[in-house]
């Protein structure tokens, strides 16, 4: 994590020093490291943007014929802290006290803000729907979907966000997380 620039050493003292939770991921065997930012959740200002649910997803997918999910890589660690907030995640190790330079798993206002951030990014393309880390590109035919995802594509290339090539969906008629048929 250190050398993707997750987390950095921490040098200077700090009020606060958060312990770790690990987390073994749904989908895998792999593991997730979490911050215990159980005192620091209750003083975070949540921005309280809405996270959509499927239904309403779908009821927008009414013409909607080709598909394709776009998953973001490493989602919250693709949003950046500012110097204070990193030190407010310090936590200790065996090796020293590091803090988060990018969001970490744990925050509770993690999951808005990073949809709130996707969503903002996308919501001036038509057929595009966001839901966390996925974006959903659709298009009543694969001429309109194929320019549609294009811009996607275009777009996370010039806000520098990665995505996740394992989880791409690309060019169905039928998604099925979605039932969109």
Known sequence: MELKGVIKKVQVPTELVKGLVIVEKQDSKDIRLCLDPRNLNKAIKREHHPL???????????????????????GYWQIPLDEDSQLLSTFNTPEGRYCFTRM???ITSAQEVFHKRIHEAFEDIEGVETDIDDILVWGKNTKEHDERLRKVLNRCRK????????????????LPILDTS
Do not use: D, M, Q
């Open 159 to 174: 806000i520098k966000l990665t995505l996740n090539e394992k989880n791409v969906i690309s060019t169905k008629t039928k």
């Open 52 to 74: 959509p649910t499927n239904e309403e997803i779908t009821t927008r997918l009414t013409e909607a014929k080709v598909f394709s999910k776009l998953e973001a890589n490493s």
């Open 104 to 106: 970490p798993f744990g």
